[in-house]
């Protein structure tokens, strides 16, 4: 899939679920109730163990998108792309690894935070800017502060989304949300209750969707 076709893929479902977990087993299950949940866009970050094979295992399904996030380097970002991800995304603004995956035609939502490294990552390629963290700095009302400094550029929120708040961000001009553990819950994992994974994603998307 190209990137443009990614980006709108993100665009319609508005929503990236992050994923954090402490198993491989974990993170399948995670990806899997986010998906029953109807969503189906994820983002499985580097800090899962065997992240990279829970990556090769999502991408042999069609059903969702599947993004590598907390990429760190260009090494990294080569062995997520071989293993299936179709978009990456890195905490900071890392020039090489926004180079690697600009030549390999891949999305990259690479981290920024101040309007001059929003500004700078758009330059140098990248069609989305992954505001992180977001919540520290006044949620939607900063969001909407950027994109009317700077209009063409698209943004991704992260850090301090919620079910109150994800509605706002998306009316504040985001093109989508990145929520972490508000949606694929700790506890949830721990304790086996997928169900509350699904139910937590099916209220996002109905947030978003109004």
């Known amino acids: 899939m190209n990137p443009r076709a990614v980006l709108d893929r993100i665009r319609d479902e508005r929503i990236i679920p992050v994923v954090r977990a402490p198993s491989p087993e974990l993170a399948m299950r995670a990806a899997e109730a986010v998906c029953a949940g109807g969503i189906s866009v994820i983002e499985i970050t580097m800090t899962v163990p065997g992240a990279i094979e829970v990556i090769r295992e999502l991408a042999r399904s069609a059903q969702m998108l599947i993004g590598a996030g907390t990429v760190l380097d260009v090494a990294t970002a080569g062995e997520c792309v071989a293993a299936g991800a179709q978009f990456l995304v890195t905490p900071g603004l890392d020039f090489p690894t926004l180079k690697f995956a600009n030549d390999a035609g891949i999305l990259t939502v690479p981290g920024a935070l101040s309007p001059a490294d929003v500004l700078t990552a758009w330059r140098n390629g990248a069609a989305i800017a992954k505001i992180f963290p977001c919540g520290n700095l006044g949620g939607p009302s900063y969001i909407q502060t950027l994109k009317a400094a700077l209009p063409p550029i698209e943004m991704v929120p992260t850090g301090g989304v919620s079910l109150a708040n994800a509605a706002e961000f998306i009316a504040a001009g985001s093109l989508a949300v990145g929520v972490g ?12 209750d997928l169900g509350s994974i699904a139910h937590a994603a099916r209220q996002f998307k109905a947030a978003v969707a109004a």
Do not use: D, I, Y
């Not at 553990?181 to 086996?192: D, H, Q, T």
């Open 181 to 192: 553990g508000e949606l694929a819950s700790p506890r949830a994992l721990a304790s086996g």
